[in-house]
């Protein structure tokens, strides 16, 4: 039996040292996966920081973007404007040089109906004077050819 204490001590040693090394283990893994916790809660701070940033710098493109646009819709519009305004006074322009040819036009056509008056009657006059020229160069030649033959002669106008 002297023996027996011997191996129950050894054992209840090799237990204590089989604990100890068990809580050392665990102990070691503990302080392992805080670490790795940690160094996995950095990378992912450092992530969402650099993600943060990228989005920050996206946003700022963005409104970049936005404000470029809208100067060059603001432009565009402007621009429009403009040759809207320049294509109204022209056509207001041609309008009106076009409503004074119309007028020159009419004004034209009036004075040549007052002269195409005045030419009707002028011909008037010439086709009366020309009647009675016509009817008097008529009466003269038939009285001097019937006096040529004679055909009065025998009548006296007393």
Do not use: C, H, W
């Amino acid at each position: 039996m002297s023996e027996s204490p011997t191996i129950s001590y050894t054992l209840e040693e090799f237990l204590l040292r089989f604990e100890q090394r068990v809580e050392r283990q665990f102990s070691e893994l503990n302080q392992k996966m805080d670490r790795q916790y940690t160094e996995l809660t950095q990378r992912i701070d450092k992530l969402d920081e650099k993600m943060d940033r990228q989005y920050a710098e996206l946003t700022q493109r963005i409104d970049k973007l936005d404000e470029k646009m809208d100067r060059q819709y603001a432009e565009l519009n402007q621009k429009m404007d403009r040759q809207y305004a320049e294509l109204n006074q022209k056509m207001d322009r041609q309008y009106a040089e076009l409503n004074q040819k119309i007028s020159d036009v009419s004004g034209d056509v009036r004075a040549l109906g007052e002269q195409v008056k005045g030419i009707d009657k002028r011909l008037e006059t010439l086709e009366f004077i020309l009647r009675g020229g016509v009817v008097t160069f008529l009466t003269g030649s038939v009285g001097l050819l019937l006096n040529a033959f004679g055909v009065f002669s025998n009548f006296s106008f007393k």
